[in-house]
């Protein structure tokens, strides 16, 4: 196997299911040279804080950036869209030697004159960390000025990896949810309500959750941080319980107010029938059963009995294939390993470009002998093992859908700009719906054939 | 023409992108060629998915990973540690270097480091072009040429004189670059097009996948254009200092002819009247029927087009042929904003211009924001650009015209075709349908609003009285 990945340093990286799971490396920094399918630590931060709707996002960096990343992800928004602009310092070479702090204060001026924000988040970007502007004191002064909130949250590209970026990006909530008052600190873990946390709103499906949750009789707080506010983000702390869906980018923010303030926090998943079943069942029990176990019981009887047929006709189509998974997190593979069984599908290969080594233990439990497990994929290692184990399929995002077309292989987004929502039971269908038009399409049979016109 | 100059602290909703995107592009219209983005993880990983998604392709660039150790005591190793990987994994027999601004800040010589790598591994048939382009330093236009001018100063070497003529190619899609070959062959022309990614970056479908897209222009075909018959470089608004074809004018003494790309009817006839100037060969019956056509086309919907005020936007080169092309149409470009565009670019635009009989306003550093407002505030109906452009739908409702790089939220953008008579007319229609769109979607409300509605509103209090 060595000899084929030709990359040097990367057989750690690797495993199959049937040898050593622990012997994985994971969590470490990309091999130069290596066509890394990752981001850096701004992107973590930013796809994390970007759902947040009525603040201001201000890159303070080099145009490119904030280019990239305008309108990034498919969040939506119940209320203020000013999180769907980007916002830079553009930053050019005379900044770079003079340092790029006074245009930054102006920056930050402009834009509160304009828009009236009572939050600005300012990210840094690789070279405000090599000149060494100070965020902090820049922001710090912005936010006495105009009497509003200003958290710099520091993402300087090259500090570590995404998931360093997640954390920025916790520190940055964690900062913003501490509470100001006497009174709001009395408040903390009183209110009956719970905080979901680790779902942007990608086509609305934080809105999906709420709705069930509600149904359930349990009030959601605040989501972390789809379609959140900075109005309630500030009463975060209020409630009893938080439930975390990425665990990826949120299990730290979790800990922190577990400790902090002693609100506990529980995983869950709604991706897949039966782990969203199972998710609604266990937190009714944590909020003390009962009425809500009863009416958990109820919705999930309901919305099965609707769902449950729809995608058994899928299954029939697609029972024996196979698939291969390479996402962001550890979360959404094994969520996504369950789910494929529940179509009938074996997955036969499956990577992450930030999974953890609890989540790839959990991952080497589920699949079968013989699966591929990989941390932080390139394409030529793709290519290897999706065509050596036969994957008829990949699911994954922009930069891997033209591989695994060019491979002549059905594909899956799962990335964070997509249109249709994959949570709850009707993501369940989506997803199904997905898989059978992406695998059944009749492209395929024209481009199996047609090869011998030249003959 | 107003020119107005944003003179901001911050740039809302960026209407360009970073030099290393641009030097990404022509390295994947060279023969074997690799690209190496040096810098940390994220810049490249945000280029490829641009790139993969313009182009419905895979596109395979490399990153240093530059983390905070690196970032400290420099990226040497990383570098060179990358080369090695790239040439296990890929094989290339050229490998681009693309610096980023973190690259940039911490002092990186990359031109050295190349030396010593090749020196160091003993390598003699690999060629490494590093090429520096601080994401601060410019657009990805700049970054475009820039990488073109070092490749070619890279590979030329001194060759006898011979008839080929050397075409270098502004940032246009793999149909337009598919259509210039078309018209070169119909011309009987032998030539040498620089980048070419017609094939690379528009790759057929085929049974067995390689890591390396077939095409491009060949290594041999490069280190020969120092003895073509003449350069034609797309690239009007490209200062000299970062001109491919310049580099091979000063150094080489291949007579230079700067035109803009050939979108329009003017721009295409001195496409070809160059051409014959410089081989002698005539344009065949075939194309100037093409040209026949393209009249006709113009003068079929010259009324709808007469209409439209235009907001055009993108890269100098591609607004600058649009902008021409509008021109000609009376689609009268009213907001027109080149990200980048330096001072001989801003002239050029300047009298262009001045042709228009309505008032526009040129933007050369600007943002989504100000081509937003200038564009609600003027009238405009029809914006032609990238995908970015959406924003002016969506705020606006201003139809958005998809054009130029990058296209993300629509298929098809490599197969985009605009150059040439052929390329010309599709364009037309492109903007003429989405002109007649707008108006077939709105006539009956409006003229009912005006007409009935209206006069009753009026009528009304009289009747009560
Ligand atoms: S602007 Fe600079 S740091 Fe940002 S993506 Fe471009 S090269 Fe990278």
């Known amino acids: 196997m060595a000899q084929a990945l030709a990359i040097d340093g990367r057989q750690d990286f690797i495993t199959t299911k049937g040898r050593q799971i622990s012997r994985l490396k994971c969590d470490d920094d990309s091999i130069a040279g290596a066509v890394s399918q990752r981001a850096c630590v701004y992107c973590g931060a930013r796809v994390v804080l970007n759902p947040i709707t009525d603040a201001i996002h201000l890159v303070h960096g080099p145009i490119g950036c904030a280019s990239y990343t305008w309108d990034i992800r498919g969040s939506l928004t119940s209320g203020a869209d000013l999180y769907r602009n980007s916002f830079s310092t553009d930053l050019k070479e005379r ?61 300087s590209g090259f500090a570590g990896n995404k998931a360093a970026g997640y954390r920025a990006a916790c520190d940055a909530l964690f900062r913003l949810v501490a509470p100001g008052t006497a009174a709001e600190a009395a408040a903390v873990g009183k209110d009956r309500s719970i905080n979901y946390l680790g779902d942007f709103n990608l086509a609305g499906e934080a809105w999906i959750i709420r709705d069930y949750l509600a149904q359930v009789g349990v009030d959601v707080n605040v989501v972390f941080t789809g379609d959140a506010s900075y109005g309630e983000l500030k009463r975060a702390t209020r409630a009893r319980l938080n439930i975390m869906q990425c665990a990826g980018s949120m299990a730290y923010l979790a800990s922190r107010l577990e400790e902090t303030y002693g609100i506990p926090y529980m995983r869950v998943s709604f991706l897949g029938l039966a782990d969203t079943a199972d998710s609604l069942r266990r937190i009714a029990a944590a909020l003390g059963g009962g009425d809500m176990s009863r009416r958990a019981e109820e919705l999930i009887a309901r919305e099965t009995a609707v769902v449950q047929p729809v995608i058994d006709s899928y299954r029939a189509k697609l029972a024996g294939k196979k698939a291969a998974v390479y996402v962001g997190g550890g979360f959404k593979a094994i969520s996504l390993i369950k789910q494929f069984r529940e179509l009938g599908i074996e997955v036969v290969m499956v990577g992450t470009q930030t999974g953890r080594k609890e989540e790839y233990e959990t991952i080497d439990s589920l699949v079968a002998d013989g699966t591929v497990i990989l941390d932080d994929a390139n394409p030529a290692e ?57 695998l059944c399409s009749p492209v395929w049979r024209q481009v199996k054939t047609g090869g011998d016109l030249s003959g | 023409m107003a020119e107005l100059k944003a003179a901001k602290s911050v740039s809302e909703n960026p209407c360009h992108m970073c030099m290393p995107i641009g030097g990404i592009l022509p390295l994947k219209g060279v023969e074997g060629s690799m690209v190496l983005i040096h810098g940390s993880q994220g810049c490249s990983t945000y280029m490829r998915r641009t790139i993969a998604e313009h182009f419905n392709e895979p596109v395979d660039v490399a990153s240093s990973a ?137 790759r057929p479908y085929a049974e067995h996948y390689t890591r390396m897209a077939p095409g491009g222009t060949p290594l041999a075909d490069i280190r020969a254009m120092t003895g073509a018959a003449a350069t034609i470089e797309l690239g009007m608004t490209v200062a000299p200092a970062i001109s491919p074809g310049q580099l091979l004018a000063d150094e080489y003494g291949v007579a230079l002819h700067r035109l803009p790309i050939p979108i329009g009817v003017a721009a295409t006839d001195l496409f070809l009247r160059t051409l014959r100037e410089i081989t002698g060969r005539k344009a065949p019956d075939d194309l100037l029927a093409e040209r026949g056509r393209l009249l006709d086309a113009m003068i079929d919907s010259h009324k709808h087009n007469f209409a439209g005020r235009s907001a055009i936007f993108g890269e100098p080169e591609m607004v600058y042929a649009v902008t021409r092309t509008c021109l000609e149409n009376g689609i009268w470009p009213t907001v027109v904003a080149a990200g980048g565009a330096g001072d001989a670019a801003v002239s050029l635009f300047k009298a262009a211009l001045a042709e228009s009989p309505e008032p526009s306003y040129f933007l050369s550093e600007t943002d989504f924001a100000e081509i937003r407002f200038r564009s609600a505030a003027a009238g405009v109906n029809v914006a032609i650009g990238p995908s970015d452009g959406r924003y002016l739908t969506e705020k606006e409702g201003i139809p ?21 008579y052929t390329g010309t007319a599709n364009l037309l229609d ?7 769109d707008a108006k077939h979607h709105s006539y009956r409300s409006k003229l009912y609003e005006e007409f009935y509605k209206g006069r009753r509103l009026h009528m009304a209090p009289a009747q009560a009285r």
């Open chain 2, 66 to 202: 530059l983390n905070e150790k690196g970032t400290v005591y420099g990226g040497g190793e990383n570098l060179k540690q990358a080369l090695d990987n790239i040439r296990r994994v890929y094989n290339p027999r050229l490998i681009g270097v693309l610096t980023t601004c973190l690259a940039e800040t911490i002092g990186e010589d990359i031109e050295r480091l190349a030396a010593e790598y090749l020196a160091e591994r003993g390598l003699t048939d690999l060629v490494v072009v590093p090429v520096n382009t601080p994401g601060y330093g410019g657009s990805q236009a700049d970054g475009y040429y820039l990488a073109l001018r070092r490749i070619v100063a890279a590979l030329a070497v001194p060759t006898s004189r011979h008839d080929k003529i050397n075409i270098i190619a502004a940032n246009v899609s793999p149909a337009d670059l598919r259509e210039i070959k078309r018209l070169l062959v119909a011309m009987d022309i032998e030539y040498t097009l620089l980048p070419d990614f017609a094939d690379t970056l528009d």
């Open chain 1, 382 to 438: 793709l290519e290897k093992f999706m065509t050596e184990k036969g994957a008829d399929l990949l699911v994954g995002g922009v930069k891997e859908r033209p591989l695994a077309y060019k491979l002549g292989r059905a594909f899956i987004d799962h990335n964070h700009d997509r249109k249709h929502p994959l949570s709850g039971f009707a993501g369940a269908v989506n997803f199904a719906a997905e898989v059978y038009t992406t």
């Open chain 2, 430 to 436: 492109r903007i003429t349908n989405t002109l007649l």
């Open chain 2, 400 to 420: 958005l015209v998809r054009l130029g790089f990058p296209i993300l939220d629509r298929m098809g953008g490599q197969r985009i075709l605009s150059v040439g």
């Open chain 1, 95 to 155: 900044d770079i030697i003079f340092g790029g702090e006074k245009k930054l204060a102006a920056a930050i001026d402009e834009l509160v004159a304009k828009y009236a924000p009572k939050l600005v988040f300012v990210y840094s970007t690789c070279i405000v960390g090599v000149i060494g502007d100070d965020l902090g004191a820049v922001a710090k002064a912005a936010a006495s000025r105009h009497g509003i909130e200003v958290i710099p949250v520091q993402s």
